[in-house]
């Protein structure tokens, strides 16, 4: 329906291995299961976070992924508007990402600046 090698779900694995969280989805009993391939991220940085500061970023990262991409399999953030939890939120995708961006701002997503540029496009003259 959505063709070859399209983005169908974005998940996390919040204090669980990734193998434990991909056992959880029944990715099994879709037809095509044997081409399902699955990408693997990890969050990066200098300084390393608590594990409640760890399930707290990668949460964001999602709920910010999720609503930039809309993949076929996720429902939720989908609706997302001004959200300012993420709006300082930068997220970079580096090396095999498949069909995420390359970069994706909060800013740009689901922060203020958000409804300026759809504003832009949505126009309607004032009254006579």
């Known amino acids: 329906m959505y063709g070859l090698n399209v983005l169908l779900y974005i998940g996390k694995a919040d ?3 990734f193998g434990t969280r991909i056992a959880q989805e029944s990715w099994y009993s879709n ?3 044997r ?3 699955i990408y693997v991220g990890r969050l990066a940085g200098e300084v390393q976070p608590t594990d409640d500061e760890w399930s707290e ?3 964001q990262a999602e709920k910010l992924l999720i609503y930039s991409h809309v993949p076929a399999c996720n429902s939720q953030f989908i ?3 001004n959200d300012q939890s993420i709006e300082d939120l930068h997220v970079l995708n580096w090396g095999s990402f498949g069909d995420l ?3 994706v701002s909060g800013r740009r997503w689901a922060g203020k600046f ?3 540029w759809h504003n832009e ?3 309607q003259p004032p009254k006579a």
């Open 31 to 33: 037809r095509n299961a």
């Open 35 to 37: 081409e399902i391939g």
């Open 121 to 123: 496009y949505n126009y």
């Open 101 to 103: 961006m390359s970069e």
């Open 57 to 59: 970023n990668i949460s």
């Open 15 to 17: 204090r669980q291995t």
């Open 114 to 116: 958000q409804n300026e």
């Open 79 to 81: 609706n997302l508007k």
